[in-house]
């Protein structure tokens, strides 16, 4: 089993940043691929970014390409997700996900693991 727990979300103004961490514990030897995702009021739940855990670039929605980016730690156990210039359309539950799927997709059906969520409330 795998557990992940996220922090760092809050309420910030248009135009202000946040830093999301997830970190996760557990069988962890096994995940291949970390993501982040959110679904905003009314909204179904969507990817925003994800990584190899392995390394690589970070792929991500087009709607936060250019103002988040996510990254990991060296030692592999905890993702970040650095969300900069803000826009109210950001205001979300944000997830932490883990899959162990070879193939790091933007399916959510991939991930076996989630965070309980952290909430995000951008202010226009």
């Known amino acids: 089993q795998v557990q992940l727990v996220e922090s760092g979300g809050g309420s910030v103004q248009a135009g202000g940043s946040l830093r999301l961490s997830c970190t996760a514990s557990?069988?962890?030897?096994?995940?291949?691929?970390l993501a982040w995702f959110r679904q905003g009021p009314g909204n179904e739940r969507e990817g925003v970014a994800r990584l190899y855990r392995s390394g690589g670039p970070g792929y991500y929605a087009n709607s936060v390409k250019g103002r988040f980016t996510i990254s990991q730690d060296n030692a592999k156990t905890t993702v970040y997700l650095q969300m900069d210039s803000l826009k109210p359309e950001d205001t979300a539950m944000y997830y932490c996900?883990?899959?162990?799927?070879?193939?790091?997709?933007?399916?959510?059906?991939?991930?076996?693991?989630w965070g309980q969520g952290t909430q995000v409330a951008v202010s226009p």
């Open positions: 996900a883990a899959s162990t799927e070879i193939y790091c997709r933007d399916n959510e059906r991939d991930f076996r693991y």
């Open positions: 557990g069988h962890i030897g096994a995940l291949e691929c």
